[in-house]
C-alpha cells in the first residue's frame, strides 16, 4: 500500500502562485512514476503533470510553462509548483502514484496510475 496526503491548496488571486504538495508514504518502491491531476466541478479529471521514476516530466497542454513538477527524495514528497494562476485553474488537485514504469505517453492518463490522494483545493479569484 502506498499512502498519498496533498496539501498547500488555497484561494489566491489571478496572477498569484501556490505550491502544493504530497507526500508519499507506506511500501515506497525505488520506481514510482508521479503525477498530479485535477478536476472542477462537472468536468472529468485532467493531467496537469506528470514524472517518470527516470525524471522525465510531461505537461497538459494548458500548463504553457506555468506549473512545474518536482520531487525531494529525503522527503518523499512530490510538489506542483503553479505560477500565473487564473481563474480557470479552480479545481480539486489530486497527486497520484504509479508503481512500475510507463511510457511517457500515458503520464497525464489518470487510469495509468494506482495510488490516489484525497485532494487539496485550489480556487482562483478574478
Known amino acids: 500500500q502506498v499512502h498519498l496526503v496533498e496539501s498547500g491548496g488555497g484561494s489566491v488571486q489571478a496572477g498569484g502562485s501556490l505550491r502544493l504538495s504530497c507526500e508519499v508514504s507506506?511500501?515506497?518502491?525505488?520506481?514510482?512514476?508521479l503525477g498530479w491531476f485535477r478536476q472542477a466541478p462537472g468536468t472529468g479529471r485532467e493531467g496537469v503533470a506528470g514524472?517518470?521514476?527516470?525524471?522525465?516530466?510531461k505537461y497538459g497542454d494548458f500548463v504553457k510553462g506555468r506549473f512545474t513538477i518536482s520531487k525531494d527524495n529525503t522527503k518523499n514528497t512530490l510538489y506542483l509548483q503553479m505560477k500565473t494562476l487564473q481563474p480557470e485553474d479552480t479545481a480539486m488537485y489530486y497527486c497520484?502514484?504509479?508503481?512500475?514504469?510507463?511510457?511517457?505517453?500515458?503520464?497525464?492518463?489518470?487510469?495509468?496510475?494506482?495510488?490516489w490522494g484525497q485532494g487539496t483545493q485550489v480556487t482562483i479569484s478574478s
Open positions: 507506506g511500501d515506497i518502491e525505488r520506481n514510482l512514476c
Open positions: 514524472r517518470h521514476y527516470d525524471g522525465t516530466t
Open positions: 497520484a502514484v504509479r508503481t512500475g514504469s510507463t511510457f511517457y505517453s500515458l503520464l497525464l492518463y489518470s487510469s495509468e496510475y494506482n495510488y
